[in-house]
């Protein structure tokens, strides 16, 4: 059974830091592109950072380059999306999401992803 969970998220002051985790089961976790996505309160959701398996190569959208890092512990099926100077507008529901096998791994689009988590809440005031 495919699964992806992800956890960490919560409630921080404009400034704090969070780590998001997502724990994959199910597949071969490292042979997919990994992401993460948010979905702020009336908007649409949108990709945050995207990782390469093998290569670890890694793409960000620009509202949070400098501030986010995504990452991932293969040994664990565990991917992570550490976010520091968190904003007001960081505030949303993130996704943790995995591409297709052999896909495209650049910038995140949904239309690259096949499996998706429930989602996590950052708030940040």
């Known amino acids: 059974h495919v699964q992806l969970v992800e956890s960490g998220g919560g409630s921080v002051h404009s400034g704090g830091s969070l780590q998001l985790s997502c724990v994959a089961s199910?597949?071969?976790?490292?042979?997919?592109?990994m992401g993460w996505f948010r979905q702020g309160p009336q908007k649409q959701r949108e990709g945050v950072a995207a990782?390469?398996?093998?290569?670890?190569?890694?793409v960000y959208a620009d509202s949070v380059r400098g501030r986010f890092t995504i990452s991932q512990d293969n040994s664990k099926n565990t991917l992570y999306l550490q976010m520091d100077n968190l904003k007001p507008e960081d505030t949303g529901i993130y996704y943790c999401?995995?591409?297709?096998?052999?896909?495209?791994?650049?910038?995140?689009?949904?239309?690259?992803?096949?499996?998706w988590g429930k989602g996590t809440q950052v708030t940040v005031s």
């Open positions: 999401a995995a591409g297709f096998e052999g896909g495209i791994c650049g910038y995140p689009v949904e239309s690259d992803f096949q499996r």
């Open positions: 199910g597949w071969t976790y490292r042979t997919y592109c």
């Open positions: 990782i390469q398996p093998g290569t670890d190569t890694t």
